[in-house]
T-cell receptor
Framework: NAGVTQTPKFQVLKTGQSMTLQCAQD?????MSWYRQDPGMGLRLIHY???????DQGEVPNGYNVSRSTTEDFPLRLLSAAPSQTSVYFC????????????FGSGTRLTVV | KQEVTQIPAALSVPEGENLVLNCSFT??????LQWFRQDPGKGLTSLLL?????REQTSGRLNASLDKSSGRSTLYIAASQPGDSATYLC???????????FGPGTRLSVLP
Protein backbone atom coordinates (compact mmCIF):
# COMPACT_ATOMS: atom_id res chain seq x y z
CA ASN A 1 0.00 0.00 0.00
CA ALA A 2 1.17 3.50 -0.82
CA GLY A 3 2.09 5.57 2.18
CA VAL A 4 4.78 6.44 4.68
CA THR A 5 6.59 3.52 6.28
CA GLN A 6 8.50 3.96 9.51
CA THR A 7 10.80 1.39 11.05
CA PRO A 8 11.20 0.22 13.70
CA LYS A 9 7.86 0.63 15.48
CA PHE A 10 9.44 0.26 18.92
CA GLN A 11 13.01 0.70 20.13
CA VAL A 12 14.80 0.77 23.48
CA LEU A 13 18.22 2.39 23.58
CA LYS A 14 20.78 2.87 26.27
CA THR A 15 22.05 6.37 26.97
CA GLY A 16 24.86 7.21 24.60
CA GLN A 17 23.92 4.73 21.89
CA SER A 18 23.25 5.88 18.37
CA MET A 19 20.60 4.70 15.97
CA THR A 20 18.73 5.61 12.80
CA LEU A 21 14.98 5.82 12.47
CA GLN A 22 13.95 4.94 8.97
CA CYS A 23 11.26 6.67 6.92
CA ALA A 24 10.30 5.78 3.38
CA GLN A 25 7.48 6.96 1.13
CA ASP A 26 6.43 5.65 -2.26
CA UNK A 27 4.27 8.56 -3.38
CA UNK A 28 7.05 10.61 -5.00
CA UNK A 29 6.47 13.39 -2.48
CA UNK A 30 9.06 16.14 -2.45
CA UNK A 31 8.40 17.34 1.06
CA MET A 32 9.25 15.20 4.08
CA SER A 33 9.52 15.99 7.77
CA TRP A 34 10.16 14.51 11.19
CA TYR A 35 8.19 15.35 14.34
CA ARG A 36 8.37 14.18 17.91
CA GLN A 37 5.35 13.87 20.18
CA ASP A 38 5.65 14.04 23.95
CA PRO A 39 2.84 13.56 26.48
CA GLY A 40 0.68 16.66 26.89
CA MET A 41 2.41 18.43 24.04
CA GLY A 42 1.73 18.77 20.39
CA LEU A 43 4.00 17.40 17.74
CA ARG A 44 7.18 19.42 17.36
CA LEU A 45 9.18 19.68 14.16
CA ILE A 46 12.71 18.27 14.27
CA HIS A 47 13.97 18.49 10.67
CA TYR A 48 12.43 18.78 7.26
CA UNK A 49 13.37 18.43 3.61
CA UNK A 50 11.91 20.12 0.53
CA UNK A 51 13.60 17.72 -1.87
CA UNK A 52 16.52 15.39 -2.36
CA UNK A 53 19.72 16.96 -1.12
CA UNK A 54 17.94 19.76 0.75
CA UNK A 55 17.30 19.67 4.50
CA ASP A 56 16.70 22.24 7.20
CA GLN A 57 16.20 22.44 10.94
CA GLY A 58 12.89 22.67 12.69
CA GLU A 59 12.02 23.70 16.23
CA VAL A 60 13.93 21.00 18.14
CA PRO A 61 16.90 19.81 16.00
CA ASN A 62 19.54 19.34 18.68
CA GLY A 63 20.79 15.76 18.98
CA TYR A 64 19.41 14.72 15.60
CA ASN A 65 20.82 14.56 12.07
CA VAL A 66 19.10 14.00 8.76
CA SER A 67 20.03 13.56 5.13
CA ARG A 68 17.98 13.17 1.96
CA SER A 69 19.90 11.34 -0.73
CA THR A 70 16.77 10.08 -2.53
CA THR A 71 13.20 11.31 -2.89
CA GLU A 72 11.89 8.20 -1.16
CA ASP A 73 13.95 8.07 2.03
CA PHE A 74 14.44 10.48 4.92
CA PRO A 75 16.25 8.82 7.84
CA LEU A 76 16.60 10.45 11.25
CA ARG A 77 19.81 9.78 13.16
CA LEU A 78 20.22 10.03 16.90
CA LEU A 79 23.88 10.69 17.49
CA SER A 80 24.15 9.93 21.22
CA ALA A 81 20.80 9.02 22.73
CA ALA A 82 19.67 10.79 25.90
CA PRO A 83 16.64 10.09 28.14
CA SER A 84 15.19 13.42 26.97
CA GLN A 85 14.84 11.89 23.52
CA THR A 86 12.33 9.36 24.79
CA SER A 87 9.33 10.14 22.62
CA VAL A 88 7.16 9.02 19.75
CA TYR A 89 8.59 10.03 16.40
CA PHE A 90 6.48 10.65 13.32
CA CYS A 91 7.60 11.03 9.75
CA UNK A 92 5.37 12.82 7.25
CA UNK A 93 5.43 13.50 3.55
CA UNK A 94 3.48 15.76 1.24
CA UNK A 95 3.21 16.55 -2.47
CA UNK A 96 2.64 20.16 -1.59
CA UNK A 97 4.57 22.71 0.40
CA UNK A 98 1.31 24.45 1.26
CA UNK A 99 0.15 22.08 3.97
CA UNK A 100 -1.92 19.90 1.67
CA UNK A 101 -1.85 16.19 1.09
CA UNK A 102 0.08 15.26 4.18
CA UNK A 103 0.55 11.58 4.96
CA PHE A 104 1.91 10.57 8.35
CA GLY A 105 3.65 7.35 9.24
CA SER A 106 2.40 5.29 12.16
CA GLY A 107 5.27 6.36 14.39
CA THR A 108 8.30 4.95 16.20
CA ARG A 109 8.09 4.73 19.97
CA LEU A 110 11.60 5.26 21.34
CA THR A 111 12.64 4.76 24.95
CA VAL A 112 16.10 5.78 26.12
CA VAL A 113 17.17 4.29 29.44
CA LYS B 1 6.87 32.30 18.24
CA GLN B 2 3.59 30.70 17.28
CA GLU B 3 1.84 28.81 20.05
CA VAL B 4 -1.27 26.70 19.69
CA THR B 5 -3.54 25.69 22.54
CA GLN B 6 -6.59 23.45 22.61
CA ILE B 7 -9.49 23.34 25.01
CA PRO B 8 -10.63 21.08 26.54
CA ALA B 9 -7.75 18.66 27.01
CA ALA B 10 -10.22 15.79 27.32
CA LEU B 11 -13.93 15.39 26.70
CA SER B 12 -16.36 12.56 27.33
CA VAL B 13 -19.85 12.69 25.83
CA PRO B 14 -22.72 10.26 25.27
CA GLU B 15 -23.37 9.06 21.76
CA GLY B 16 -25.50 11.36 19.64
CA GLU B 17 -24.39 14.64 21.19
CA ASN B 18 -23.12 17.55 19.14
CA LEU B 19 -19.81 18.88 20.38
CA VAL B 20 -17.28 21.63 19.82
CA LEU B 21 -13.52 21.48 20.12
CA ASN B 22 -11.57 24.70 20.42
CA CYS B 23 -8.19 25.76 19.10
CA SER B 24 -6.38 29.05 19.67
CA PHE B 25 -3.18 30.40 18.14
CA THR B 26 -1.11 33.41 19.10
CA UNK B 27 0.09 34.70 15.71
CA UNK B 28 -2.66 35.46 13.21
CA UNK B 29 -0.21 35.42 10.28
CA UNK B 30 -0.98 31.84 9.34
CA UNK B 31 -1.06 30.25 5.90
CA UNK B 32 -3.63 27.63 6.77
CA LEU B 33 -5.06 25.60 9.64
CA GLN B 34 -5.73 21.88 9.73
CA TRP B 35 -7.59 19.57 12.03
CA PHE B 36 -6.15 16.07 12.41
CA ARG B 37 -7.39 12.91 14.03
CA GLN B 38 -5.01 10.58 15.86
CA ASP B 39 -5.96 7.08 16.90
CA PRO B 40 -3.89 5.26 19.56
CA GLY B 41 -0.72 3.76 18.13
CA LYS B 42 -1.36 5.24 14.71
CA GLY B 43 -0.38 8.24 12.70
CA LEU B 44 -2.36 11.37 12.02
CA THR B 45 -5.16 11.68 9.51
CA SER B 46 -6.09 15.05 8.08
CA LEU B 47 -9.77 15.87 8.59
CA LEU B 48 -10.18 19.41 7.35
CA LEU B 49 -7.90 22.11 5.97
CA UNK B 50 -8.89 25.79 6.03
CA UNK B 51 -6.90 28.29 4.04
CA UNK B 52 -6.27 31.62 5.73
CA UNK B 53 -8.69 33.33 3.34
CA UNK B 54 -11.52 30.92 4.19
CA ARG B 55 -13.97 31.01 7.08
CA GLU B 56 -14.99 27.36 7.26
CA GLN B 57 -14.80 23.90 5.76
CA THR B 58 -17.22 21.01 6.01
CA SER B 59 -16.84 17.28 5.56
CA GLY B 60 -19.76 15.05 6.46
CA ARG B 61 -20.56 15.53 10.14
CA LEU B 62 -17.52 17.74 10.66
CA ASN B 63 -17.41 21.51 10.32
CA ALA B 64 -14.35 23.63 11.05
CA SER B 65 -14.40 27.39 11.31
CA LEU B 66 -11.58 29.88 11.32
CA ASP B 67 -11.44 33.39 12.73
CA LYS B 68 -7.92 34.43 11.88
CA SER B 69 -8.14 37.89 13.38
CA SER B 70 -9.01 36.52 16.80
CA GLY B 71 -6.70 33.52 16.50
CA ARG B 72 -9.40 30.89 16.93
CA SER B 73 -10.77 27.83 15.23
CA THR B 74 -13.49 25.43 16.23
CA LEU B 75 -14.22 21.89 15.14
CA TYR B 76 -17.89 21.00 15.34
CA ILE B 77 -18.84 17.32 15.35
CA ALA B 78 -22.50 16.59 14.81
CA ALA B 79 -24.29 13.51 16.13
CA SER B 80 -21.19 12.00 17.69
CA GLN B 81 -20.54 8.26 17.43
CA PRO B 82 -18.29 5.89 19.41
CA GLY B 83 -16.10 5.65 16.31
CA ASP B 84 -15.31 9.35 16.71
CA SER B 85 -13.33 8.54 19.86
CA ALA B 86 -9.77 9.70 19.21
CA THR B 87 -7.43 12.61 19.86
CA TYR B 88 -8.07 15.67 17.72
CA LEU B 89 -5.14 17.90 16.91
CA CYS B 90 -5.18 21.41 15.55
CA UNK B 91 -2.19 22.67 13.57
CA UNK B 92 -1.32 25.92 11.85
CA UNK B 93 1.24 26.69 9.19
CA UNK B 94 3.13 29.84 8.37
CA UNK B 95 5.82 30.58 5.81
CA UNK B 96 3.80 29.44 2.82
CA UNK B 97 2.50 26.41 4.63
CA UNK B 98 5.63 24.36 4.90
CA UNK B 99 5.66 23.33 8.52
CA UNK B 100 3.06 22.74 11.19
CA UNK B 101 2.82 24.07 14.71
CA PHE B 102 0.56 21.67 16.58
CA GLY B 103 -1.64 22.08 19.58
CA PRO B 104 -1.52 19.45 22.35
CA GLY B 105 -4.80 17.89 21.28
CA THR B 106 -8.21 17.12 22.73
CA ARG B 107 -8.86 13.51 23.72
CA LEU B 108 -12.47 12.68 22.87
CA SER B 109 -14.41 9.71 24.20
CA VAL B 110 -17.91 9.06 22.85
CA LEU B 111 -19.75 6.63 25.07
CA PRO B 112 -22.31 4.18 23.62
Amino acid sequence: NAGVTQTPKFQVLKTGQSMTLQCAQDMNHEYMSWYRQDPGMGLRLIHYSVGAGITDQGEVPNGYNVSRSTTEDFPLRLLSAAPSQTSVYFCASSYSKQGRGYTFGSGTRLTVV
Amino acid sequence: KQEVTQIPAALSVPEGENLVLNCSFTDSAIYNLQWFRQDPGKGLTSLLLIQSSQREQTSGRLNASLDKSSGRSTLYIAASQPGDSATYLCAVTGDYGQNFVFGPGTRLSVLP
